[in-house]
């Protein structure tokens, strides 16, 4: 006999009404190892599993009272048992019985006369296997907690958190608008805008960190999107800085596509704000479009926010959408989580995004979504 603790190895119960067959398969699996149970018919076997349910089950089909069938369909309608690995041992051969020994829930069929070798293989395959399944259960288990854990953040970000922010950028907007005068007004006022900026970023970190803990609770829906309209919506914020910097903005012809607008307002507003302020000097800021892959049977829409900006670095573009990287590492602004938020929304669109480059020249990132 091996020098292994029983526990390690597991219980297997042997039901057979045949003792000659108990015997035999009892002996076997003790000697290698295993804690064995035996059972003489399908009755005593329930109750010795309600006493103490066993790792494993080898199950005789041809049995007076209870057939082992009728065994294992009970075993399966138990939530406390229904996991426990069946094997079926049979004299019979014919396919339709093997087949109903798998539809009622078994993992295997062993026919007698059966080898030594091949007992002992089975049982340790699906023991292992069995374990590897609770163990992975676990781990979902866990990540279900997690997940939990997760959403509730997420809500607290989107209700508790989010309505203070609103009253600082409220508060601060009006600051920023009030008519005092005097140096002290002044003052007052550039503070008002510091907060209000800071808010801003603030913000916009909030809503990255909520879309990436809830984006996958479901299925995005996707509805036809006015991208026209999304543009202009976007620009609206911009409109008077790019005034004020003397610069220009051109929005060509824009064609419609499906996408889920709150989404597609985020990825723009990212675009277009990064053109604002690494742009040229005035910026000059054209927002277009092209259909790509005509050869499906949806096309697929590339929209394109372009700047006159100093360029991107070659090397540098393989990275612009990864985590914490920044279009411009010389300056603090953000926390370099834009452009691969931007990224994982298009995934979940079905989309893709891209940029091309030039030093000197400036760059065009695109978005490009399902028509």
Same mark, same amino acid.
């Given at each position: ?65 209870? *057939? ?98 609103? *009253? ?156 914490? *990287? ?46």
């Amino acid at each position: 006999m091996k020098e292994v603790k029983e526990s390690e190895l597991g219980t297997v119960l042997v039901v057979d009404d045949q003792p000659q067959n108990l015997r035999v398969l009892a002996q076997l699996l003790t000697m290698e190892g295993y804690l064995v149970q035996v059972a003489r018919s399908g009755d005593l076997a329930l109750k010795s599993i309600e006493r103490q349910a066993p790792d494993l089950i080898l199950l005789d089909v041809d049995m007076p009272v209870m *057939s082992g069938f009728d065994v294992c369909e009970r075993l399966k309608k138990d939530p406390a048992t229904s996991a426990i690995p069946i094997l079926f041992v049979s004299a019979m051969e014919e396919a339709d019985t093997k087949i109903s020994s798998f539809k009622c829930g078994g993992v295997d069929y062993i026919t007698k006369p059966f080898e030594a070798g091949e007992i002992l293989a089975r049982v340790s395959t699906h023991l292992q296997i069995s374990r590897l399944q609770k163990a992975l259960k676990g781990t979902v288990d866990q990540l279900e907690e997690r997940n939990q854990r997760l959403e509730m953040f997420g809500n607290t970000l989107a209700h508790d958190l989010r309505s203070h922010l609103c *009253s600082v950028l409220y508060g601060s907007q009006l600051l920023m608008e009030s008519e005092t005068d005097g140096e002290a007004g002044g003052e007052n006022r550039d503070i008002a805008a510091s907060v209000h900026d800071a808010g801003r970023k603030m913000e916009d970190i909030v809503s990255a960190l909520l879309f990436l803990a809830t984006k996958d609770k479901g299925a995005v829906v996707a509805a036809p999107t006015k991208m026209e309209l999304v543009a202009e919506e976007c620009l609206k914020g911009y409109k008077d800085r790019v005034k004020e910097l003397d610069g220009k903005i051109r929005v060509d012809h824009l064609p419609d596509c499906r996408a889920h607008a709150p989404w597609i307002r985020r990825i723009f507003d990212n675009y277009i704000s990064n053109a604002v302020k690494f742009g040229g000097v005035p910026p000059e800021i054209r927002i277009s479009s092209e259909v790509v892959d005509t050869d499906l049977e949806v096309p697929r829409h590339r929209y394109w926010i372009e700047d006159n900006g100093r360029g991107i670095p070659e090397d540098n573009l393989p990275e612009l959408f990864e985590p914490y *990287s920044r279009l411009d590492p010389d300056r603090p602004d953000g926390v370099g989580i834009g452009l691969s938020l931007v990224k994982k929304i298009a995934e979940a669109m079905d989309g893709s995004v891209g940029v091309e480059s030039e030093i000197g020249k400036g760059s065009r990132f695109y978005v490009e979504l399902p028509g």
